[in-house]
């Protein structure tokens, strides 16, 4: 038995008012590809504003519902969050909640103050004025949003490398690149030796030798409150 009682003359504060969400409309000449084509976005007062979009994701291709990667002519202001000019529209197909995503950037970015992590909100898509349903949004990871200073000869940025593998993988999206040299880019400056050593590092260094020198090649309070992130998120 659960008893509630309350004092009717005691006032409450109502709930805030909802934003209503974003809405964006891509106008393309047909049906969104796997490689850039251009596109016009429609979004509130801003009409015919030039960008570029393709399809995203691995295995999430199959599902119905794809995420997208805009590229705007110009930075904007969506949604409240801070302006840039390159975009992720995650369809989060397998999240049917919509808040993994956007709960694991959030507390990642509280755990400590030099962790990165995409500003992120939702947003209604439309394609040629058809809905397509609700997405999440969110700054993409590239060296302009990881603040990398372009003249640090040894800047790079990797995304999910497979180095913790002891046999190469035979499938990889690009087999080009096999370690997902995001920038700068392979065919400018190679860094694949760099994650070579890593890997190897990883996988042949003896216990002392790993406990020794793993601050050597990551930031430990980055990559434990990264480690955190997952168990909390998963």
């Not at 504060?13 to 596109?39: F, G, Y």
């Not at 760099?194 to 020794?212: P, S, V």
């Given at each position: ?45 801003i009409k015919g504003l ?130 997902h040299q995001k ?52």
């Open positions: 038995l659960i008893l509630f009682s309350c004092d009717s003359e005691k006032s409450y504060s109502p709930r805030p008012q909802m934003q209503a969400l974003t809405e964006i409309n891509l106008k393309v000449d047909s049906s969104i590809q796997w490689h850039w084509m251009p596109c016009e976005v429609e979004m509130g007062a030039q960008a570029r979009v393709k399809g995203r994701g691995g295995t999430s291709r199959r599902y119905r519902k794809h995420s997208f990667a805009l590229e705007l002519d110009e930075s904007l202001s969506i949604g409240g969050l801070l302006s840039d000019d390159d975009w992720v529209l995650n369809a989060s197909v397998v999240d049917r909640t919509f808040m993994r995503n956007k709960f694991a950037y959030d507390l990642f970015v509280q755990f400590g103050p030099n962790n990165l992590a995409p500003q992120s909100t939702f947003v209604n898509l439309y394609i040629n004025n058809n809905y397509t349903g609700l997405y999440h949004l969110c700054h993409e990871i590239n060296g302009g949003f990881l603040g990398i200073n372009k003249y640090d000869t040894l800047a790079m940025v990797f995304e999910a490398p497979p180095i913790f593998y002891e046999k190469r993988l035979e499938k990889v999206r690009h087999p080009d690149n096999y370690y920038y700068p880019r392979k065919e400018e400056k190679d860094f694949s030796s760099y994650l070579e050593e890593i890997r190897t590092f990883i996988l042949q260094a003896t216990d002392q030798e790993f406990a020794e020198n793993i601050g050597e090649y990551f930031d430990l309070e980055n990559l434990i409150d990264w480690h955190l992130m997952l168990l909390f998120s998963n």
